[in-house]
């Protein structure tokens, strides 16, 4: 059985940071891209970003670009997002993803985590 757990989300000011962790486990992670998405209140789930099985390549929307990093430890079945210079609109629920299906920026994920609350104060 596939889980993914997020951690790591709260309550912040904005410009401040958070980093959110995701544990995966019942599948090989190694071989699955991995990819955060964000759904805010009243709208719909969007794509924040995703980084290849190797680590080799990584995708972010444009309103994250440059704030948000992705990562992974293959070792430790685990997937990052730090987050920076975090904004109101930042607010949401994060949710991890695993095994894109070959579109790193879909919704088309085989697997999703529960999803972590994520704050913004202005």
């Known amino acids: 059985q596939v889980q993914l757990v997020e951690s790591g989300g709260g309550l912040v000011q ?6 959110l962790s995701c544990a ?4 090989t992670f190694s071989r699955y ?21 190797s ?9 994250v ?8 430890d293959n070792a430790k079945n685990t997937v990052y997002l730090q987050m ?5 609109e930042d607010t949401a629920v994060y949710y ?11 919704s088309g994920y085989r697997y999703w985590g529960q999803g972590t609350q994520v ?4």
């Open 14 to 19: 904005a410009g401040g940071s958070l980093r």
């Open 24 to 27: 995966a486990s019942g599948l």
């Open 33 to 53: 891209a991995m990819g955060w998405f964000r759904q805010a209140p009243g709208k719909e789930r969007e794509f924040a970003a995703a980084i290849s099985s």
């Open 55 to 63: 680590a080799g390549s990584t995708y972010y929307a444009d309103s």
């Open 65 to 72: 670009k440059g704030r948000f990093t992705i990562s992974r």
């Open 84 to 88: 920076n210079t975090l904004k109101p």
């Open 96 to 106: 991890c993803a695993a095994d894109s299906r070959g579109n790193p920026r879909g």
């Open 119 to 122: 704050t913004i104060s202005s």
